[in-house]
């Protein structure tokens, strides 16, 4: 029941970044933990939760550049490291992590097919309208929106079926040394977030100065 | 307040329907006309007010709002609110407005798309993002409090900012350039990634404190050199974590 | 010696600019080439608002852009010059001022041109300034932002003709 549950809240948090509300369920600091929650291990979900917030720190969907997704990303993540051995467990969530990050980039590229695709809502509506067919707005609207959250949920469910299976068995391949590197590794990762995050708060001034009435 | 314009609770019921529509701005975002059909969907409680069951009116006015439209999604609802305006004014059939309103929407929305996503993705949404991680650091027992705390926090002042836009856009008292000013977007602009910054300082000085004498320094030394290959160098922030991953795995083999 | 892009949005400031172009590139001033900004008062101070206050906006016609950079302006400070079509474009290099490279962000559908890339639509009018431009000795390439890959507008245009 897990996984199909962990799947559809995450394909509501995805579809939260682009397509609805934009009240930011999608940052992996809320996500996170959330999933967490509901599997039982808050404190896994937001160990996740603020490792990709830091990372994903300034990230700007700008325009129309696509970013990497971080609540597929931080939702799945979640799921998987929540089920890691005990023995160097920070290890594992970060093992976890460096897997499923490409996985991001992948659903990144789904979606800008996505929304290539979607300017036929455009024509159809162009289309209905002529009919009077008023009506088709709101539908648009609605199927447009079922196909974000589904298109987001489906990924999130193959991906943590695979991920369920493959990543235990990758990471019992490892030696314990790497592991172990690995488990000590992890709390360096906040410093390439916290490092993006002093990047963007600084910006360069214009030497001309700059007159307001 | 007090020079408000009298109007009837029938426009207050659909300005309200416009605000909650605008939630699904993007919801047929498309690389063609981008959030073209979002505005309309949102738009449409308005144009039903006005037209009824004239469908062939409804029909025109719908086509009208199909072209292409783009802009930050918390700053729409300023358009919207003065579009619906211009719309009344043009059912009454006062002319020159259809153009004045095309204008409007092309003209505005770049501009308030570069505001918004200056103020809320890349130095709000990081401000709030970081005082998580800080409630995290500093111990904020129980943990369900983190995730609740930033969405509160997040989303308290974005929501009250939708809606006064809207309101703002359709009464429209004054332009938008003074009401900018008088927001002191700029003050908030300066003040802002300030409060970010010790904010960050804040978080790598509470961490390197836990990671002890060895690794804290080095978690401190990390944080600047990553800044600075992200700001000069401008190294994508997921390549730079496999690299530090990397090093500090063959740095932990080693040592 | 201060960097200069030139653009051409039709959205002029937004986004992709500000975020994508200035913060990226660490750039410091904008300036907006464009007669109808110029003479729009309200516009104006929107766009001056719409920056945020350690970047300087600059709005000139066509012809005080000519006789600034001829006065050195681009040697001030880096710089990114945005046009809102290709025929200012085409108007600024008549008056002798010589462009190395121009970069196309937006230009964006609007029913009647045709679209040649996501957010690239063109006239004929458009295609005829781009082969003027670009037998001026300037390179055209579009991209949105400047970490995308460039792309040979001029090569694009000939295909399809």
Redesign the interface.
């Known amino acids: 029941m897990n996984p199909l549950i962990v799947s559809i809240l995450g394909g509501l948090f995805v579809s939260d970044a682009?397509?609805?509300?934009?009240?930011?369920?999608s940052?992996p600091?809320?996500c996170?933990?959330?999933i967490g929650?509901v599997l039982g291990d808050?404190?896994t979900g937001?160990l996740v939760?603020?490792v990709m917030?830091?990372?994903?720190?300034?990230?700007?969907?700008?325009?129309?550049a696509v970013p990497?997704d971080s609540t597929v990303v931080a939702v799945s993540a979640t799921y998987l490291a929540v089920q890691g051995p005990e023995e160097y467990r920070y290890g594992y969530i970060?093992f976890v992590l460096?897997i499923i990050?490409p996985a991001g980039?992948l659903f990144k590229k789904m979606d800008m097919i996505h929304?290539?695709?979607?300017?036929?809502?455009?024509h159809r509506?162009?289309d209905q309208?002529?009919e009077?067919n008023?009506g088709f707005?709101?539908k648009?609207?609605?199927i447009?929106?079922s196909i974000?959250v589904l298109k987001a949920a489906v990924f999130i469910f193959l991906l943590i079926m695979l991920g369920e299976n493959l990543c235990p068995c990758l990471y019992g391949m490892l030696g314990s040394?790497?592991k172990?590197?690995?488990h000590?590794?992890f709390?360096?990762?906040?410093?390439?977030?916290?490092?993006?995050?002093?990047?963007?708060?600084?910006?360069k001034k214009s030497q001309t100065k700059k007159d307001?009435q | 307040m007090s020079k408000r314009v009298k109007i009837g609770a029938r426009e207050k019921k659909t300005l309200m329907r416009i605000f909650w529509r605008s939630?699904?701005l993007?919801?047929?975002?498309?690389?063609?006309?981008?959030q073209?059909?979002?505005f309309?969907?949102s738009i449409?409680p308005k144009l039903?007010e006005l037209y009824g069951n004239d469908?062939?009116r409804?029909?025109e006015s719908?086509?009208r709002h199909?072209?292409?439209f783009?802009t930050?999604?918390?700053m729409a609802s300023f358009i919207l609110g003065h579009v619906a305006r211009c719309e009344e004014r043009i059912a009454a059939g006062e002319p020159g407005v259809v153009e004045e309103v095309n204008r409007f929407k092309l003209?505005?929305?770049?501009?308030?798309?570069?505001?918004?996503?200056?103020y809320f993705?890349?130095?709000f949404?990081?401000l709030v993002?970081?005082i998580?991680?800080l409630l995290?650091l500093l111990g904020v027992q129980p943990?369900?409090l983190?995730?609740l705390i930033?969405?509160l926090l997040?989303?308290l002042p974005?929501?009250r900012h939708r809606y006064k836009m809207l309101v703002y856009g359709y009464y429209k008292k004054e332009?938008?350039?003074e009401l900018?000013?008088n927001a002191k977007?700029?003050v908030s602009?300066?003040i802002m990634?300030?409060a970010?910054?010790l904010t960050?300082l804040a978080?790598?000085v509470l961490?390197s404190l836990e990671?002890g004498a060895v690794?804290g320094p080095?978690?401190?030394g990390?944080?600047?050199?990553?800044?600075?290959?992200?700001?000069y160098l401008?190294i994508?922030?997921?390549r730079?974590?496999?690299i530090?991953?990397l090093i500090?795995?063959?740095?932990?083999?080693i040592f | 010696m201060a960097r200069t892009v030139f653009r051409i949005d039709d959205?002029?400031?937004?986004?992709q600019?500000?975020?994508g172009w200035i913060?990226?590139l660490?750039l410091t001033r904008v300036a907006i080439v464009s007669e109808r900004v110029k003479n729009d008062e309200?516009?104006r101070?929107?766009?001056e608002?719409?920056?945020?206050?350690e970047i300087k906006v600059d709005i000139f016609s066509i012809r005080e852009m000519a006789e600034k950079i001829k006065g050195g302006y681009t040697e001030e400070e880096d710089t990114i010059v945005l046009f809102e079509n290709t025929s200012e474009v085409l108007e600024l290099l008549d008056y002798g001022v010589r462009i190395e490279s121009l970069n196309v962000g937006c230009l964006?559908?609007?029913?009647s041109n045709l679209?040649v890339r996501?957010?690239i639509a063109v006239t004929d009018k458009d295609i005829n300034n781009f082969k003027d431009i670009d037998s001026m000795g300037t390179q055209i390439e579009c991209r949105a932002l400047p970490?995308d890959r460039k792309v040979d507008l001029v090569e694009i245009i000939n295909k399809i003709k």
């Open positions: 682009t397509a609805v509300a934009q009240i930011m369920v940052r600091i809320f996170g933990p959330v929650l808050i404190f937001i939760g603020i917030e830091l990372l994903w720190i300034s990230v700007v969907p700008l325009g129309n990497p970060l460096l990050i980039i929304r290539d695709f979607n300017s036929f809502f455009s509506l162009e309208l002529n009077g008023i707005i709101d648009a609207t609605y447009s929106v974000f040394g790497i172990k590197s690995l000590e590794s709390f360096m990762i906040p410093s390439v977030g916290l490092g993006t995050a002093i990047s963007t708060f600084i910006f307001f | 939630f699904l993007q919801a047929v975002w498309s690389y063609e006309r981008m073209n059909i979002g309309l969907f449409l039903k469908i062939d409804l029909k719908c086509r199909l072209g292409y783009n930050h999604p918390y003209q505005m929305a770049g501009p308030l798309a570069a505001t918004g996503d200056k993705w890349s130095v949404r990081p993002g970081l998580g991680v995290f943990y369900y983190i995730p930033f969405i997040y989303n974005t929501y332009k938008m350039s900018m000013k977007v700029h602009l300066s990634p300030f970010g910054l960050v978080c790598v961490f990671l690794r080095v978690f401190a990390v944080t600047v050199l990553v800044a600075m290959l992200r700001k401008r994508s922030a997921t730079l974590l496999y530090v991953v500090s795995i063959i740095g932990g083999l | 959205r002029l400031i937004h986004g600019v500000l975020e913060h990226n660490n309200e516009y101070r929107i766009l608002f719409s920056v945020p206050p964006h559908y609007n029913g679209q996501k957010s970490q």
